[in-house]
């Protein structure tokens, strides 16, 4: 009986609401009002964020970053890097650990201290948040009226390395639709993802750059 009881714990706690907000979208976002918005996970990572920065200064395109905020504290120069090129900056937990395994404190605890150090290191306080995942537990529903809870329309499954660049670049093309919110991931440390996967997705990203005429957008604009 105690193993049927964690079982509905668990359920009521972790799945029900995940899935109850994604179906009905309550209380989040899933597309912009018009353009496309280019997302990106689990950074700043010191070798490809940098890469990433570069390419899209190069081609004139603001974007949404949800960042890990121990890697934040422990990279700081590529923060305020985001801030001065005009992207935006949001919450992706201190950890980037799953809801599905936090109690109440501790969800609150990974989102409050991460906002502490991007607010520190920028001077704008994140209104912006994506759950690693997309995994959300009830306490969340509590939460929303603080930050802004950010999906997507289409993730690419990108740090999988053995996607490739000219089947990532197809699912790019293929994902691009007015409203569309597109998760990227500019760190390959994350557990599950390939170390190297972030190269492949630069690759296919530039190319996307240079043959679709897309209006791209970051949140703060849309």
Same mark, same amino acid.
């Given at each position: 009986?105690?193993?049927?009881?964690?079982?509905?714990?668990?359920?009521?706690?972790?799945?029900?609401?995940?899935?109850?907000?994604?179906?009905?979208?309550?209380?989040?976002?899933?597309?912009?009002?018009?353009?496309?918005?280019?997302?990106?996970?689990?950074?700043?990572?010191?070798?490809?964020?940098?890469?990433?920065?570069?390419?899209?200064?190069?081609?004139?395109?603001?974007?949404?970053?949800?960042?890990?905020?121990?890697?934040?504290?422990?990279?700081?120069?590529?923060?305020?890097?985001?801030? %001065?090129? /005009?992207?935006? +900056?949001? @919450? *992706?937990?201190?950890?980037? =650990?799953?809801?599905?395994l936090l109690?109440?404190?501790?969800?609150?605890?990974?989102?409050?201290?991460?906002?502490?150090i991007i607010?520190?290191?920028?001077?704008?306080?994140?209104?912006?948040?994506?759950?690693?995942?997309?995994?959300?537990?009830?306490?969340?529903?509590?939460?929303?009226?603080?930050?802004?809870?950010?999906?997507?329309?289409?993730?690419?499954?990108?740090?999988?390395?053995?996607?490739?660049?000219?089947?990532?670049?197809?699912?790019?093309?293929?994902?691009? %639709?007015? /409203?569309?919110? +597109?998760? @990227? *991931?500019?760190?390959?440390? =994350?557990?599950?993802?390939?170390?190297?996967?972030?190269?492949?997705?630069?690759?296919a990203l530039?190319?996307?750059?240079?043959?679709?005429?897309?209006?791209?957008?970051?949140?703060?604009?849309?």
């Open positions: 009986m105690t193993y049927i009881w964690l079982i509905v714990t668990f359920f009521i706690y972790s799945i029900l609401p995940t899935s109850f907000i994604r179906i009905f979208s309550f209380r989040i976002q899933k597309r912009v009002k018009r353009g496309v918005a280019l997302t990106f996970d689990d950074g700043p990572d010191p070798m490809y964020t940098p890469q990433l920065l570069d390419l899209l200064k190069k081609y004139n395109v603001k974007a949404t970053f949800f960042v890990v905020g121990w890697k934040a504290k422990k990279y700081p120069h590529l923060i305020k890097r985001m801030k %001065e090129e /005009g992207h935006t +900056i949001g @919450l *992706h937990h201190y950890y980037h =650990t799953s809801n599905w109690p109440p404190f501790f969800t609150q605890w990974e989102l409050e201290r991460s906002a502490r607010e520190q290191i920028t001077g704008v306080p994140p209104v912006y948040y994506r759950p690693p995942w997309g995994h959300i537990n009830i306490w969340m529903l509590f939460m929303q009226k603080k930050y802004k809870i950010v999906m997507w329309t289409y993730i690419l499954g990108d740090w999988n390395a053995t996607l490739g660049v000219d089947r990532l670049y197809e699912r790019l093309r293929n994902s691009i %639709e007015d /409203g569309a919110i +597109i998760v @990227l *991931h500019d760190s390959g440390s =994350t557990f599950g993802a390939d170390e190297h996967a972030p190269a492949n997705m630069l690759q530039e190319r996307l750059f240079q043959h679709v005429n897309v209006k791209w957008v970051n949140l703060n604009e849309e």
